[in-house]
């Protein structure tokens, strides 16, 4: 049987279950309140309340490991003073409950030097791993080759939402899962040596993507954006099936076909990189 891949109902969080069951969560951006009192925006810190969510989703599947899909942290490339306080309170709390992955993202720079690595916390190679039967790989880097023999594959970092726009120009963003495919020709450009006729090194994998479990983070509307809107280069290059990806809310709600949400009259394409809200990442 293949793994079983069940995003948690209205959160965005997924399990993975085969011979075990994940945990899998993405770009939590802890720290991000420093970043923003930086910008003259004060708020409090919300580490808490997200262990907090995380502890009860854990209570609710009961996970043999969890996997934190990358963006751990916020600030690039300095770790903040809140990142050293909370970070390392935030893993361990997560280690009393199962083993932790860390697959680094491209704001994580550091972050080994965060945790007691006498705990249960593997840190992983920003090109991703095979866990279990799943390849995972945060999506700011091109996935390992590995990944690629696969059947299915997480990833994350683009923090997927689909915007709505009605004739007054006021507009609706909601978090959204994107599953898709892998365009093979346009990935044998990078992967030279890719044999598509080996079961061992390609699979044609399922692509799931999974959105930003930190609220605070913008995202980008998926339904208004094109290659070069996407970030990481398996989206940029056009290697991700983009117009045949599925789109769903986290409450379950499927939405259809990218392209065919693209025709809707409230899809309104926006000039290139004016994606909206706040972004997470940095150059």
Known sequence: M???ITPILNEPALTVTNSETALVIADIHLGIEWDLYRSGINLPSRMKERLIRIEGYIEEVNPDRIVLLGDIKH??????WQERDEIPRFLEALTAHAPVDIFP?????????????QKDIRLHSARGAVLDGVG????HTWPAPGLLGAGSIVTAH???????????????????WVRTKFDAEVLKGHFRNLDLENPGQWADPE?????????????????????EDLLGPAFSSGSIEL????????DGTRLGLLKNIRKLEHTRVRSKNKNGGMRCRKS
């Open 207 to 227: 692509l799931f993507v999974m959105p930003a479990f930190n609220e605070l983070c913008g995202g980008v509307p998926f339904n208004e954006s094109s290659y």
């Open 2 to 4: 293949p793994p079983e």
């Open 75 to 80: 600030n690039v490339p300095q770790v903040s």
């Open 243 to 250: 117009e045949g990806a599925e789109v769903y809310l986290l």
């Open 136 to 139: 995972y790989f945060h999506g």
């Open 158 to 176: 683009n923090h997927p939402t689909v915007r709505f726009t009605d004739s007054f120009g006021y507009s609706i963003v909601e978090s959204a």
């Open 105 to 117: 993202g491209n704001h994580d720079g550091g972050i080994d030097l965060l945790f007691n690595r």
